[in-house]
């Protein structure tokens, strides 16, 4: 059996919320051990990993990856996503559905998972859509898909805009065990906005939105969550109108988890002030106000999730006017540097922060993985949260290169990813 040491690490460990110097062992693809400096005796036939003080954490597990196979393979692939991927220090992507045809059958389903084990050097859990075609008509196979592995389902940003319809699918997952993932959006209000309602979109000219559409369809879930209940998380929370509808369904015991997409922790209105495309994302992005909302949100444990929301478009659906450009960005690579902005900033703590990437997303999924625990996966990363860097997207892993960090100071770099204890990036 293969033993790697780990010596002179940082342990954060987000289950238990500590961050202190040790060791930790992993044996045949599972923690050992861990214990505090000095480390164990290393012993014939051990790999020896001296840290140096950067920081060992439990591998990001990231929900909501589109990766464009099948149907937009030039855009990314299993290869080049498992490679940005552990390049960001991600040791589980739950990719999205929304390919071109649609993962609604089983046959899509084992195609694409027979792909990513060929090709990822990352695990790849894939959710399922929730309607044939995510057109919101007919429900899915439910059953038939769990069985070839559906980890969730979700019709992703096509809202489902029938009640029955959604109310049918709710119902029938609960009778599953099935965790149904959605996007909060009143689709009429929603349609063809580019930038978040207000003065700032108004002196730009942009169709806009006010952020009481994400709201509305929050409490149209929620309600249809409380009727049915059923295992609910909203996937890509940006806006403080929507909290307090989130507060109360957790207060009511329902089955309810949130997510937010890096990109809306991190970024305002204001950044799309030069009309790049770049900053162009779904929902749009958010006030100041909004954004400070979402941090503490996280930092309080409100919402539970951060995510990446990975989606890679080409030059040509980007270098459009603002309002015809493709919405979305690639984040693989800058989830972890961006996410570690708000602990430079004091907002939040380390271990907080890496439970809501680590711990709360393999929880939610029922996974073994995001703790730092004898017998959990040795799913892995190592990074030094203040290693500065200027990000230049032509380094990307990603095929495609449409982020709104470019040439931006950032801070935290991955120095090894760990899947099942294979090394699988060395930084």
């Given at each position: 059996?293969?033993?790697t ?16 110097l040790?060791s930790?062992?992993?044996r045949?693809?599972?923690?050992l ?5 000095p ?6 036939g ?12 439990p ?12 149907g ?8 080049t ?5 552990a390049?960001g ?13 649609a ?18 050097p990352?695990r ?5 859509a ?12 439910i ?6 592995g ?9 809202v489902?805009q029938?009640?029955?319809v ?16 959605a996007h909060?959006?009143d ?16 002196l730009?000219g942009?169709p806009a939105?006010?952020?009481m559409?994400?709201r509305?369809?929050l ?6 969550v409380?009727?049915?209940r ?9 806006s ?9 369904a957790k ?8 997510g937010?997409?890096?990109?809306h922790l ?6 799309i002030?030069?009309?790049r495309?770049?900053f ?5 992005l958010?006030a100041?106000e909004?954004?400070r909302?979402?941090v ?5 444990g409100l919402?539970?999730?951060i995510?990446?929301?990975?989606t890679?478009?080409?030059e040509e659906s980007?270098r459009?006017?603002?309002e015809?450009?493709a ?11 961006a ?22 997303p393999?929880?939610r999924l029922?996974l073994?993985?995001g703790?730092?625990?004898?017998g959990?996966p040795a799913?892995?990363m190592?990074?030094d ?9 032509a380094t ?8 709104p960090?470019?040439?931006?100071r ?5 120095l090894g ?6 090394r699988?990036?060395?930084?």
């Amino acid at each position: 059996m293969s033993t790697t040491l780990f010596i002179n690490a940082r342990l954060i460990d987000p289950e238990a919320g500590t961050d202190s110097l040790g060791s930790l062992r992993i044996r045949d693809g599972r923690i050992l051990d861990i214990g505090a400096e000095p480390a164990p005796a290393a012993g014939e036939g051990t790999e020896v990993v001296d840290c140096q003080g950067a920081c060992l954490a439990p591998g990001i597990v990231d929900i909501g990856v589109k990766i464009c196979e099948p149907g937009e393979r030039h855009k990314e692939s299993f290869r080049t996503a498992g490679l940005a991927a552990a390049a960001g220090g991600i040791t589980t992507m739950v990719t999205r559905p929304d390919t071109a045809p649609a993962i609604d059958s089983p046959e899509t389903l084992e195609f694409v998972t027979r792909r990513a084990t060929e090709a990822s050097p990352v695990r790849i859990l894939p959710m399922a859509a929730l309607t044939r075609g995510r057109q919101g008509r007919e429900m899915v196979e439910i059953g038939f898909l769990l069985d070839a592995g559906a980890v969730a389902f979700t019709d992703c940003d096509q809202v489902i805009q029938s009640p029955k319809v959604f109310s049918r699918c709710l119902t029938y997952a609960r009778a599953l065990g099935a965790l149904v993932i959605a996007h909060p959006q009143d689709q009429g209000l929603s349609a063809g906005a580019a930038a978040t309602s207000g003065k700032f979109a108004s002196l730009r000219g942009l169709p806009a939105v006010s952020p009481m559409a994400e709201r509305m369809g929050l409490e149209r879930d929620l309600a249809l969550v409380e009727m049915t209940r059923a295992r609910y998380h909203a996937d890509n929370l940006s806006s403080a109108a929507a909290l307090p509808a989130l507060e109360r369904a957790k207060a009511a015991g329902l089955d309810v988890t949130a997510g937010v997409n890096i990109h809306h922790l991190t970024l305002n209105e204001l950044d799309i002030g030069d009309y790049r495309t770049f900053f162009k994302i779904k929902p749009p992005l958010r006030a100041e106000e909004d954004r400070r909302a979402m941090v503490e949100a996280v930092a309080g444990g409100l919402i539970d999730i951060i995510s990446s929301m990975h989606t890679p478009q080409d030059e040509e659906s980007k270098r459009l006017p603002f309002e015809e450009a493709a919405s979305g960005a690639v984040a693989l690579e800058t989830l972890l540097p961006a996410a570690l902005r708000l602990v430079h900033a004091g907002d939040i703590d380390l271990p907080v922060l890496l439970r809501a990437m680590t711990l709360n997303p393999a929880r939610r999924l029922g996974l073994e993985a995001g703790r730092l625990a004898a017998g959990a996966p040795a799913d892995l990363m190592l990074f030094d949260p203040d290693r500065p860097f200027v990000l230049d997207r032509a380094t990307l892993q990603s095929k495609s290169k449409n982020t709104p960090f470019d040439g931006q100071r950032m801070q935290g770099r991955v120095l090894g990813t760990w899947v099942g204890g294979t090394r699988v990036f060395e930084g």
